[in-house]
């Protein structure tokens, strides 16, 4: 059954459990690979790195090359949706990003943009990726979601608990919706380029889903990953969409009726009889603890262990419960893949 010619990825993303699993790692294209940082050192910055096409096609395909994973991500960043939007947006080696902090008037100030056009260079990557790839190989493509997007907007950098975006939710929420509203619209119309270039499903990143309360959660996440899902829905029918609300918790159970995600991404702390409570309802991708890949050994193949003999029995795609990191020895995603695959 596993020798069926339709892509792994797209098989388990359409409900069927396979005998081996298929795998990508978040962040595959990253530090850890020596290959990555010599075109690294070769751009002029991050940004030019995600608009260059050249760099950008050959970057996403580098652990493809090397690893043969079944999903080769877009090689870009969630903040190219604030760039595209005008605001001041940068990358510092070992500071993380750096955006200009947008404020009331600024929000006001904000417009549609035609995403096309300003993000022309990423969508080139995709179409020029998807004539390189295997065909076996599935295409993601990626956006942020709007609340994680607006955290760093709001901040201007990542913080430990994203203090000022929830702060500015609970002081100003009209505000907060508009500029919400806004970035989900653009990225919908991203995502649904992104679809039309070439990618064969899309995974939305929610990674600081898990600072936010119950209700906060719901009004900030949920709703605005579900306009996302609809809207790229009312283009692209059927579309399959990969969500990942990093560290929902207890929310994450219900987190794909709520959305409409085909699969929920879920992170290395949630608990495997949670997830296969919610493999039952559909797909679902994870969760190794990045770190396993980083200890190797025995932490790393019992980690292995444990999630394929709980949800190898059902639809699965098999990755770390967040991005691998610059870190993690290759010797050790050799280990991984050998031991996922046999
Ligand atoms: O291989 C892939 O996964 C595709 C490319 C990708 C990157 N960023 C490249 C990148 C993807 C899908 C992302 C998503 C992203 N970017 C997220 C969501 C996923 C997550 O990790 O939570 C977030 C929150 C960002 C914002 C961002 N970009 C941060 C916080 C940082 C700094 C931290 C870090 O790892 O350096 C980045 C920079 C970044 N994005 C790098 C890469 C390869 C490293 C920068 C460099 O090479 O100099």
Request: glycine share 10%; aromatic share 8%; hydrophobic share 45%.
């Amino acid at each position: 059954m596993d020798k069926s010619p339709e892509k792994a990825v797209m098989r388990v993303l359409g409900g069927e459990t396979l005998e081996t699993p298929p795998i990508w790692l978040m962040r595959q294209a990253g530090r850890y690979l020596p290959e990555y940082r010599s075109i690294r050192a070769k751009a002029k910055s991050f940004l030019d790195l995600c608009y260059t096409p050249e760099l950008a096609i050959e970057v996403t395909l580098q652990p493809i090359r090397r690893f043969g994973f079944d999903a080769a991500i877009l090689f870009s960043d969630i903040l190219v949706i604030p760039d595209a939007l005008g605001r001041q947006v940068r990358f510092e080696e070992g500071k993380g990003p750096l955006l200009e902090p947008i404020d009331k008037e600024a929000i006001d100030a904000l417009e549609l943009v035609d995403i096309r056009e300003r993000l022309k260079p990423v969508l080139e990557t995709v179409e020029g990726v998807r004539a390189q790839l295997p065909r076996e190989t599935t295409l993601l493509g990626f956006c942020g979601a709007p609340w994680t997007v607006a955290t760093y907007m709001v901040a201007g950098k990542g913080t430990s608990d994203q203090a000022p975006a929830r702060l500015f939710a609970y002081r100003d929420p009209e505000r907060f919706e508009k500029l919400l509203n806004l970035i989900a619209d653009i990225s919908a119309d991203y995502l649904i380029a992104q679809f039309q270039a070439g990618a064969d499903a899309v995974q939305i990143f929610d990674s600081w889903a898990g600072v936010l309360d119950e209700d906060q959660f719901e009004r900030w996440c949920v709703k605005l990953v579900r306009r996302i899902v609809d809207k790229v829905r009312s283009e692209i029918i059927g579309a399959k969409i990969i969500g990942f609300p990093k560290g929902a918790g207890r929310l994450y159970e219900d987190y794909r009726e709520m959305t409409g995600v085909t699969a929920v991404g879920l992170d290395w702390t949630v608990p495997l009889a949670t997830a296969a409570l919610m493999q039952t309802e559909g797909p679902i991708q994870g969760n190794l603890d990045p770190l396993r890949v980083v200890a190797g050994g025995k932490a790393l193949d019992e980690g292995i262990d444990r999630i394929v003999e709980t949800l190898g029995g059902g639809p699965l795609i098999f990755n770390l419960g967040h991005g691998i990191t610059p870190e993690a020895p290759i010797a050790h995603v050799d280990r991984l893949l050998r031991r996922i695959r046999g």
